[in-house]
């Protein structure tokens, strides 16, 4: 039967509201305003989990986010499901069941403890060296390998829950909610400042809220009554807004920083419907006030990873905050003054404590007096040299340490305990400073890296740059805070602090042991099982880098990122390897900081809404139309339009006789429109494309290709020329939004002097391509008074018209080879200009006709379509499209890149056209083209990009890249079917109308 190890009342938690859960099946009870974690221990539970690698009993280590140990599952077996969660970050609520994970059948009785046995064969590195052999076995290890790797259960079903995402701008954002970041966030609101404070637990006031003791005090008051009112007086700055329970994720470059901030994680399911669960906050703040905090450090000894031994800051917040003992019988092992606060603070709720382990030797203050005089006994320059309990630590073994702190001497002290607390002095939370770009140096005299060279507008306060002690703290922030933010805020800068600690502390990366260090288990990484022997191991093994020795020994690669353990890795590094901890450096901080849920990544673009489906403006008539769609990009487009049960190759046959016989209509409305204004807009096309543009004339359009930096086809499409500095570029439909990408970042990063301004206009305009040997009759009734002559209208120009009453541009281009005319008009105009369209080419039998035919006359005619017939390895040279690059141009994108001895080499794949012997037999697209059948293994010369049956030639028709294919002309080749062998000649890519003398009859 559970024991119930409540303390004195707290103000922090509700106890008139109780709450029911369970954990592994088991009912019980907690109070409002607990933790998962708070409410175990109050049940006094602390086996909660097993280990990554060994399987070995863990319990609760902390109260924070850094927690490697009691990680659970959520709602097993639920749509609501979720893994490796921290209880320590989990509120308690009505119904919340949660599970212990990496543990068969339960973390009582777990089979997969036996590893623990076997840990000698299971050093660092073994699944390098093992699994290798014999290669036959591979597929049998590899079941029980995935079997056993990972630690929860992912959800199979739908997640119901709601996400969102929000942006936030603000003059000031602080980060952290304890002391440092509450005076930081009033002195800005108190100037004016539009701020913002948000903390990742539910309530402000970090460790100093909760330090209810007359010893600490602000102005001759109680600390945490000092910071009460405080926090209390922000309610009254109407420029200054709070949000907690919301943890930064990702500091990113010109401070703009990711939150998720959860609503609804904290009330009973029943109560969730329909709201938001959590909301990723994209956050863009002028000034950023950095006030995370530090992270306590364990200490590293044999056997160090039982259940019941916690941070001694932990076993402070559980019993102050939460009204919780985390045992009866406490041992506290320091090696600075934090375990005395700590003894101090549970003595005045009634708890034991039995002893305290100090690595230090005897000091004198009136904290440590205080102790002494409660009669906690004291041992002074001794360690923990093991641990005994499985379940839960029952007795810890103390030796004297020697002068040097090597080794130990004298005899063994045995003290029973149920609980040992450790203090291992402070890390600070850098993790989001370093991730923003910022440098860190090392501070020799207590073993940390702070905050040293800031790459943004951002500043870091107290503990997380390395000001522990609340005089410390108080002391400099004032002046900081006035400093960066060009204030002159005088309300803290003569607060007085009382505080009885010290900053002496000493430091021991490892601490000695009676045993040798192979007969230990000094444990580093709690939840990957990664000991101080594994990374001497990593050395010996010849790793010096902190991120290959952190890869071998899979340390800091857990869930909580190496929070906890970090520090002691590198420690133990630089003392085998004999270098500065400066020198080393720290292994990379990436983010998230802490998990992130899926969910709130997508925010609402989940299920329908994942991706958007575009519409053009004649979308609606081409659906009345009984039209089909592809999807092409975002895009609905019409497909082919089926009559009389036609299926798509018969719809399509139909439809390109009619285009080239008499008059078809495309919806081009798609294509990717740029709008490019400024005084060097001409320069900036020369830059972008491969021939030359600042020649062309107003009212004049022109091809172009882009290629990316290595010389590779990227994009191509028709720009033209409004204004002596205004053009308009179209792009593929597919590669609107990546070409305007490209060409804003080189706008701004590689050519930031050019006076060019880009802005996108695909949705602004409808387009109608009529083309067709009759489109010149369609266009001369649509607009009777717009001169279509050739020598008024020539083919690749544009003029401006109107239809009826409605404006627009009308441009002579063609991506079929016929007579055409591409007529663009303001979007909402688009549907009623088509169907004028259609009115006007009635008598000539207009046809409709969609993409599918569309790409079987621009094959006819030799036209590549990007992505379809190059693959990024495709250079202009080897499309046979040498004439679209300028020779005389000093630059452009890619053009050194054309010039290098690979992208020159004759036995490239180029583009030819490819014709069956069979006239009748198509190809399939994809399929490989040989020179060769009975070779083996088959040597594969190139492939087929585009295939179609051309109703116009009566013949089958293809295009496909062929190594050395421009000198192969009317070689026969072979394309390998599953069943047959297709013989083909090598032909030119252009099969209709060689001389273009259709674009003008």
């Not at 404070?197 to 000092?226: A, M």
């Not at 990717?672 to 600042?694: C, H, M, P």
């Not at 000539?844 to 030799?862: C, D, Q, S, V």
């Amino acid at each position: 039967m559970s024991k119930n190890l409540r303390v004195k009342s707290s103000s922090h938690i509700d106890e008139t509201t109780r709450i029911s859960f369970k954990f592994n099946g088991k009912k019980l009870f907690g109070f409002k305003g607990d933790t998962l974690a708070s409410a175990l221990l109050a049940n006094n539970i602390h086996l909660v989990a097993r280990s990554f690698k060994y399987h070995r009993p863990r319990g609760i280590m902390t109260s924070g986010s850094e927690e490697p140990n009691a990680i659970v599952q959520l709602h097993d077996n639920s749509s609501r499901t979720e893994p490796n969660v921290r209880a320590t970050e989990i509120e308690l609520y009505e119904g919340l069941e949660a599970s212990s994970q990496n543990c068969w059948p339960s973390v009582n009785f777990d089979i997969g403890g036996i590893n623990n046995f076997l840990s000698p064969l299971l050093p660092a590195g073994f699944y390098y060296k093992t699994f290798m052999w014999p290669a036959s076995f591979w597929e049998k290890y590899e079941y029980f390998i995935r079997k056993s790797a990972g630690l929860g259960k992912s959800p199979t079903e739908t997640d119901p829950d709601i996400y969102d995402h929000k942006y936030i701008h603000c003059d000031v954002l602080v980060i952290g909610g304890g002391i440092s970041g509450i005076i930081a966030a009033k002195c800005a609101a108190k100037n004016g400042l539009k701020t913002l404070i948000v903390d990742e637990k539910p309530n402000l006031g970090g460790t100093t809220i909760y330090q209810n003791n007359d010893h600490f005090k602000i102005n001759d008051e109680n600390s945490s009554k000092w910071l009460q009112n405080e926090i209390d007086s922000l309610k009254n700055f109407e420029n200054l807004e709070v949000k907690t329970r919301t943890s930064v994720a990702a500091y990113h470059g010109y401070n703009f920083v990711l939150a998720r901030e959860n609503l609804t994680d904290h009330i009973e399911i029943s109560k969730r419907e329909n709201r938001v669960r959590q909301r990723l906050l994209k956050i863009r703040a002028k000034k950023v006030i950095t006030a995370t905090g530090s992270i306590e450090r364990p200490l590293i000894f044999n056997n160090n990873d039982r259940p019941g031994i916690l941070l001694s800051s932990a076993i402070k917040k559980y019993a102050d905050f939460y009204g919780v003992k985390s045992g009866e019988e406490i041992v506290l092992f320091t090696n600075n003054d934090t375990a005395y606060e700590t003894a101090l603070s549970l003595s005045d709720k009634g708890v034991k404590v039995k002893a305290i382990v100090d690595i230090r030797d005897a000091n004198e203050n009136r904290l440590i007096k205080s102790i002494k005089d409660l009669n906690i006994k004291i041992y002074n320059n001794h360690t923990v040299v093991d641990t005994k309990g499985h379940k839960r630590i029952n007795k810890v073994s103390i030796m004297e340490l020697s002068k040097d702190g090597t080794s130990v001497i004298g005899n063994k002290i045995d003290i029973n305990c149920d609980c040992l607390g450790m203090a291992g002095g402070w890390t600070p939370a850098v993790h989001l400073f370093t991730q923003s770009g910022g440098k860190l140096k090392f501070r020799d005299s207590d073993n940390i890296f702070v905050p040293n060279l800031y790459s943004s507008d951002q500043i870091s306060v107290g503990a997380c740059n390395g000001d522990f002690e609340l005089s410390d703290i108080l002391s400099v922030l004032p002046d900081q805070i006035n400093k960066f933010l060009s204030i002159n805020e005088e309300s803290f800068k003569n607060v007085q602090v009382t505080s009885p600690k010290d900053n002496s502390y000493r430091n021991i990366w490892l601490l000695p042991s009676d045993k040798i260090l192979g007969k230990t288990k000094p444990f580093v990484d709690y939840q990957n099982d990664a000991t101080a022997k594994d990374i001497k191991l990593a050395l010996r093994e010849g790793f010096r880098s902190i991120e290959h020795v952190k890869r071998y020994t899979t340390t800091g690669m857990g869930t909580d990122q190496g929070k906890l353990g970090n520090m002691h890795a590198l420690g133990i590094i630089a003392e085998t390897a004999k270098v500065q901890m400066g020198e080393l450096g720290t292994t990379t901080f990436r983010p998230p900081y802490t998990p992130l849920t899926f969910g709130t990544i997508v925010g609402r673009n989940v299920g329908e809404y994942f991706d958007i489906f575009r519409k053009t403006p004649m979308h609606d008539w081409h659906v009345e139309h009984k039209a089909e769609f592809e999807n092409v990009g975002q895009w609905k487009r019409a497909w082919y339009y089926p009559k009389n049960n036609e299926d798509m190759h018969q719809a399509v046959q139909r439809e390109s006789k009619a285009a080239r016989e008499s008059a078809g209509i495309l919806d081009a409305s798609t294509l990717g429109k740029i709008d490019i204004q400024g005084t060097d807009a001409s320069e900036f096309l020369n830059r972008v494309y491969t021939n030359a543009w600042s020649k062309l004339g107003i009212g004049k359009c022109r091809y172009g290709l882009m290629l990316n930096e290595d010389g590779m086809v990227y994009d191509d499409g028709v720009t033209t020329r409004l204004g002596e500095n205004h053009y308009i570029m179209t792009t593929t439909t597919g590669g609107a939004a990546t070409v305007l990408g490209k060409l804003e970042d080189y706008l701004q990063t590689e050519w930031p002097e050019l006076d060019v301004y880009l802005t996108s206009v695909t949705d602004h305009y409808a387009t109608a391509s009529v083309c067709g040997p009759n489109s010149k009759k369609i266009l001369s009734k649509l607009i009777p008074d717009l001169d279509l002559s050739d020598e008024n209208f020539p083919h690749m120009s544009f003029k401006d018209a109107t239809i009826g009453k409605i404006k627009c541009r009308v441009m002579r281009i063609s991506f079929t080879g016929e007579h055409s005319y591409e007529i663009n008009v303001q979007a909402n105009y688009g549907k009623s200009v088509w169907e004028k369209c259609m009115e006007a080419g009635k008598e000539f039998n207009i046809t409709p006709y969609g993409t599918e035919t569309m790409h079987l006359l621009r094959a006819e005619k030799g036209f590549i379509i990007v992505g379809q017939d190059t693959d990024a390895t495709m250079t202009p040279i080897d499309l046979q499209m040498d004439w679209i690059v300028s020779k005389k141009k000093y630059d452009f994108i890619g053009k050194r890149s054309l010039y290098r001895s690979d992208t020159i080499r004759e036995d490239r794949k180029q583009l030819v056209g490819l014709l069956t012997e069979n006239p009748n037999e198509i190809l399939e697209e994809g399929a490989q083209i040989v020179a060769e059948t009975n070779k083996e293994p088959v040597e594969m010369l190139g492939h087929v990009t585009s295939s179609y049956f051309s109703p116009n030639l009566n013949k089958s028709i293809a295009l496909g890249v062929v190594r050395g294919g421009k000198n192969m002309l009317g070689q026969k080749l072979f394309v390998p079917m599953e069943n047959k062998i297709i013989n083909v000649t090598v032909a030119d890519p252009v099969f209709l109308d060689k001389e273009n003398k259709r674009l003008n009859a």
